[in-house]
Structures are given as C-alpha cells and as structure tokens.
C-alpha cells in the first residue's frame, strides 16, 4: 500500500467528528441512573440505619477500597495475571480448533461433538476434581478459564470461517487459488469480525471463571478474597472486591472492542457507512 | 492432423475456444432440468463474441462451464485445439457481482491473481498502478471498494480480471446491476479496452444494444433448455462508437436480433417448465 493511498482512503471515511457528540449524549443516560442508584442507596442505609456488614453503604465501601487499596491490588493482580493467562490459552486453543473444524470435515466430525458436550458438564463440578488432579496452584483456574472461554471463541470463528460469500469463492477459484490459498485469502479474513464477537463474550468468561476457579480453592485473588470476606463479615471489603471484579471485566471487554476498531478498519467503516445508508 | 510447414497459419486456423455438443442439466428434489441441450460455440482469437438469450436460458451456466467452474455432462470444450480440462483458473472470468475483497483497497483487490500466481506483491502492485488511469481509478488505489461507486467497482473487477494475464475472459453481464447512463459509458469504455488489449472476450449480456455494440458475433439461445438459435456477424466497422446505436445499419441487427430474442421469451413464457 502506498502511505498517499492510505491517507486518501482515510479521508474518504465517513468523517468521525460528530461521533463525539453522540457519545457524550449516549453516556450521558446511564451514567445519571448510576449516581441516581448509588444516591439512593447510600440515603436508604442512612436513613433505616442498616449495619455495615449487612448492607455497607457506597461511601462505606469506597473508604474500604482506598484503606485496603494494598489488599485490594494484590488480589487484583493475581486474578488478572490467572485472567490473561488462561485467556490467552482459551484464544490459541479456540481459533487452532475452529480453524481445523472449518478446513477439515473429518475434524469436524469428530471433534465438535466433544467441544459443545464439554460446555454441559457444569464447571462447580470440575472445578474441585481439578484441585484434586493438579493441585492448589495456578494450574486449576488456567484450565477453568480455558474450558468456558474456548467455547465462544470456536463457534463464533467456525461460524466466520463459512460466512463467505460461494461467488467469492468461485472468483477466486477462476484466478487460480488453491483451497489453502482460498482459505487464507477470503475465509480467515472473513472470520475475524467474528472471531472479534467470539472473542469479547470470551474475555468476559474469564473473569468468572478466574472467579470459579479462586472460589473452589485459592489462596489469593479478587475470587478468593471475597470467599474469605463473607463469613468474617466484611461486607464492605467483598463489595470492594466485587466492584474491582466488574470493572475489570468491562475495561479487557472494551480493550477488545478498542483493538477490533484498530485491526479491521474496513469493517467498522463499512459499518457506519451502512448504518448511514439506512437512516 | 496432417503434416504442416505454415504452423502458423495452422494455428490460426484453430479457434481459441471450441464448444461442441455441450449438455448440462441440473437435478434437484427428485426433478432434473435440462439446462443446456447441445450447444455449439466457437471463438476466434483476439474475438469478441456476446451471448445473449432470455432469462434462464442457461447463458450463465454457458460461460461457468467455460470458465471451468462447471463440468458439462456431455459435449467437448477445447482451448487452442486441445482439450481443456484442467481449465479452471486458466481462463479470465467476471462475474456480475464485483466480489471485491472489503479489507483490501482498490490496488491489493486488483492484484489478486498475479499474488495467487506467485508473484511478489511489490512487483504486481507497479504493474498494477501502471494501469490504474486506463481503468478510471487512479487517485482511488487506497481506497476501500465501499467507498467506490458501483461503475468504479466493475472497472476495479475488471483490472483484477486482466491483471490475471489470460488469453480469454469471460463476462456475465458486468454491468447488468449500473444505472442506464454508467452502463453506456462503460460500455464504450469496454470497446476502446478491448481494442488496446488484444484479448478474447466472451460476454453473457441480456442487453442486445450491448450484444451488438461491442460484438464482431453474437450467439442468441432459446429458451430453457438452451440450444443456439441463431449466430449473427456483426458487420459494423471498427472502431466503433456510441452514436452508432441509432445509425440504419445498428439499428437493422438489432431488429433481427430482438426478433429472435421475442420470440425465445414468448416461448419460456408459455412454458415456464419445459
């Protein structure tokens, strides 16, 4: 590509200006009910006087988030290193599978019916036989994560694999590709918006499933400490907790949806362009 | 074939594309559908031949066979006087639709088989761009395709078909989906390009100003199943232009050609299922 083709191919986009306004007005909604909810908590606990460690109040919990804030970010680590981690293996493992599910049928035969039935086993039961095979370590929430975050990850990119278009496929047939050379061409990039759907629900599976994992036996994380919390009556530190386990989910889902816009610029542009088209 | 010292006029004799006795049909839900029912075609080197018929004449199905995307079920096809068998992918082909590739600009798309071939990117890029203001689309090689309008999408289509480097290229209607007005201007277009290109061109059109314009013959097929009605020579003179359309001598073939054409659609009409 030449750098004066890219940069007219820029200009040619659906300017993005406006966008900024249209943001702030759509953030503008949701972020009123969120105060209008933490007001009216915090004035319900005031008011009937309800004891910390039934119910904290938000400014309860905010003053524990910031003289715990060690505590917290300690935990916060462990989770998000068991997060990344096992993620990152769900991501290899998921687009590996879809990618022999979709170029193979014999693969896929004989390999989907075990990638949808390990979805019906219920992970509170595999989660503590894993302690029992591998220990206390990290190893048991890694595999926890992988086994809930792969299964997005594989449909979603099976499915993009076979979204193409059959007249495409012909068209490149009479150019003289090779079915690799069809594959990696059109079906691969073909895939990746979907591979990026896949991918979203994924990283917010692993949060839970850090969260699985830590709960069934840990001995730190965010999953951990609020296990630990509860019964010792800390409400207020497993609220934190909680809290920090949301936030973290929504930053990595909008980090995906950040680099989708990056890596695939024709598709979000022709997106807007066709949201455009239809208004 | 007997000994030869002129080789090459021997080789002119042979026609670049030879159709003999092609028959396709199609089964579906228990049901089979002649298509195609022995149909004869031949193109000359350097020819330009249009076939047109009334919808669902099997006229698509005529040039996927060509282009090697469909095997006949009987009937012989060869190219140069030899079988073409391992045809697919030898022979240009255009569809209707641009099937450009949305996450590649305008000068990636038209690459794509001189890339497929082997090439080095760098190299079929500078070819690529040397050809760019013949097909209209210079200042616009950075350009993603859903930013092009649809005129400009058929010339990036047709770039990426020639860019191929084959003999012969096969057209299904690439501008049955353009506006009236963009049609006429790329058809003009078309002729000036061929005539600089020195390629074999068969196009599927329905469009019988079209058929006649750009063509030195033009095959007419009947209704399903699709057998040759009629091959008319186009004796107009080269190089030919736009404002011939209303010119006697146009105007008289194309009269004989919408006759035949009248009568194939009356007859799929009152058959639909034949």
Known sequence: ?279 | MPPTTRLESARAMVPKLELAGIRKQFSFAGKTLPVLEGVDLSVEEGEFVSVIGPSGCGKSTLLNIMAGLEEPDQGTLCMDGADAAGRLGKVGYMPQKDLLLPWRNVLDNTILGPELQGVSRSRARQQALGLMERFGLKGFEGHYPFLLSGGMRQRAALLRTVLAGRDVILLDEPFGALDALTRSRLQEWLLELWSGLGKTMVLVTHDVDEATLLSDRVYVLTARPGRVKMVMPVALPRPRTLDMVTQPAFLSLKASLMTALREEDLRAQEEPWR
């Open chain 1, 1 to 279: 590509m030449t750098t004066r083709g890219s940069a007219e191919a820029r200009r040619g986009l659906p300017a993005a200006r406006p966008r900024r306004r249209a943001w702030l007005g759509a953030w503008l909604g949701p972020a009123a009910l969120v105060g209008a909810i933490i007001a009216l908590w915090q004035g319900a606990v005031m008011a009937f006087g309800i004891p910390h460690w039934k119910l904290p109040a938000p400014s309860t919990i905010a003053a524990e988030l910031v003289a715990s804030r060690g505590l917290f970010l300690h935990h916060t680590w462990v989770t998000l290193k068991e997060v990344s981690l096992g993620f990152g293996v769900a991501l290899a493992t998921g687009v590996l599978l879809a990618a022999l599910i979709a170029y193979f049928r014999t693969f896929q035969r004989v390999a989907y019916p075990f990638v949808i039935a390990s979805q019906t086993i219920p992970m509170v039961v595999i989660a503590p036989l894993l302690l029992v095979w591998v220990g206390y370590g990290l190893a048991p929430k890694i595999i926890v994560i992988v086994l809930i975050a792969f299964f997005p990850i594989v449909v979603n990119t099976v499915d993009g694999l076979r979204a193409v278009d059959p007249d495409m496929v012909h068209m490149m047939r009479t150019l003289g590709a090779s079915r690799w050379q069809v594959f990696i061409k059109v079906q691969v990039p073909t895939s990746l918006p979907f591979l990026f759907s896949g991918t979203k629900i994924a990283i917010t599976f692993s949060v839970i499933g850090a969260v699985i994992g830590e709960w069934v036996g840990a001995s730190a994380g965010l999953g951990y400490l609020t296990s630990i919390s509860v019964p010792l009556f800390l409400t207020a530190r497993s609220f934190g907790a909680v809290l920090i386990l949301a936030a973290l989910g929504t930053a990595l889902f909008l980090a995906v949806a950040l680099l989708q816009r990056q890596a695939l610029p024709w598709h979000e542009a022709q997106q807007r362009r066709q949201a455009l088209e239809e208004t």
